[in-house]
């Protein structure tokens, strides 16, 4: 059974001025860690043996005799076997005692089982934790039913690949780094055949995987991350904001890309098939005459969201996009929390972020600043889940 919302607000309530913002130590903890850092709050990393060092070592906080800090963000580092250790309850108690709000990222739903946070993670979470779960592509309803629902386009469904007669993309997992992807392309009944051989035969993807993989048409165009931020606190016409735009780079599809046609003939096999494993991010900004549409979309999405999964979506979300040959946007991917590449905010913001509030603002620091605002506005229990 969900865990009421209202046990979730009180444990809110009871919390110090200064409460503890944490993250898992993957994805945007970074972002998340530097922008609380700034606004003021200790941090805290949550991380998984083997993994810790990042966090523990190269950017652990450094403070003077004052206690002003002169080094790094990274207050504290707490280290498990495994990060689904994270959801033991008595690492849940000791969270509580230590005064913490997690700030969900990929990582937080893809190694704890969403039913371990839906139901037994008795910990704030400073945004919709009943909305992770549209993440997930095999789940009845998804991002795909709310955007569809809300009239926001998104790439044409293929219902099986005997139906494929053109470029499509198959998405599904990999076969052994579940958060990542075991993506490919295909252009026929046949192509979808015989690439799957290959990958499965290359331990990339897993056949029972493919049996409920989603086959949908392939957009050409360039790719845009938006990552916006909609703030419940605020007045009706300042609620959404958009924060930034990324762009993601893959492996090895970015280094296949590079290659001239000739060259690409003449890899091998196993190498001609690209690997769409996100490996990092490069900001971007966008033509303004795109800007209404994407503004659109989001007011869509939001509202949609408040009605399927109320209180709706809280704080950071991002809609990954590709735009069409007549500069459309479409709809192709939805993270409902910090988005993957928020680190390329890290302490210096974005252009529209920082154009907005006049300053540098990455979405770790508006995260911040709404928890600081609600705070000193007794209203706290309305950004948690």
């Known amino acids: 059974m969900p865990l009421p919302r209202s046990e979730m607000q009180a444990v809110a309530r009871a919390l110090p001025p200064n409460p503890v913002v944490a993250a898992i130590g993957s994805h945007s903890a970074l972002d998340i860690a530097d922008g609380a850092s700034q606004e003021g709050f200790r941090t805290l990393v949550l991380a998984q043996q083997g993994r810790e060092r990042t966090y523990a070592k190269y950017f652990r906080t450094r403070r003077d005799a004052s206690g002003a800090i002169r080094r790094g ?25 230590a005064n913490a709000l997690i700030v969900p990222n990929r990582a937080l739903s893809s190694y704890i089982p969403l039913e371990r ?49 053109g470029l499509a993309i198959v998405k599904l997992p990999h076969a ?14 046949e192509e ?46 300042e609620q959404l904001e958009l924060l930034g735009v990324d762009e993601r780079r893959e492996s090895s599809l970015d280094g ?8 690409q003939l003449e ?41 399927r999964y109320p209180p709706g979506i ?14 459309s946007p479409v709809i192709f991917d939805v993270a409902a929390r910090i988005g993957g590449g928020t680190n390329v905010h890290l302490a210096l913001g974005h252009p529209y972020g920082n154009a ?18 609600a705070i000193a506005a007794g209203r706290l229990a309305e950004i948690v889940t």
């Open 73 to 97: 963000f990274v207050d504290d580092v707490w280290t498990f076997p495994a990060f689904a250790d994270v959801a033991r309850p008595d690492t849940q108690a000791r969270l509580r005692a």
């Open 117 to 165: 946070l839906e139901d037994d993670f008795r910990v704030p979470i400073v945004g919709s934790r009943s909305m992770l779960r549209i993440e997930e592509r095999t789940e009845r309803d998804n991002y795909y039913t709310l955007l569809e629902g809300a009239g926001v386009p998104t790439p044409k469904r293929i219902a099986s690949p005997a139906a494929i007669h």
């Open 176 to 189: 052994t780094r579940r958060l990542e992807r075991g993506f490919f392309t295909v252009a026929s009944a």
């Open 192 to 237: 979808f055949r015989t690439k799957s051989e290959v990958l499965i035969r290359q331990g990339i993807v897993r056949a029972d995987d493919l049996a409920s993989a989603r086959i949908e048409e392939y957009i050409l165009g360039p790719v845009f991350n938006f990552n916006f931020f909609l703030s419940p606190l605020a007045v009706p016409d």
């Open 256 to 263: 296949v890309a590079r290659l001239p046609a000739a060259q």
């Open 267 to 307: 890899i091998g096999e196993a190498a001609r098939l690209p690997r769409y494993t996100v490996v990092g991010h490069g900001s971007l900004t966008v033509r303004e005459s795109v800007l209404e549409s994407v503004f659109d979309l989001a007011e869509r999405f939001v509202a949609a969201s408040a009605s």
């Open 314 to 327: 809280l704080g950071p979300f991002t809609l990954q996009s590709c735009l069409d040959a007549d500069g």
């Open 356 to 373: 907005l509030w006049r300053g540098p603002m990455s979405t770790g620091r508006r995260i911040a600043i709404e928890i600081r605002r």
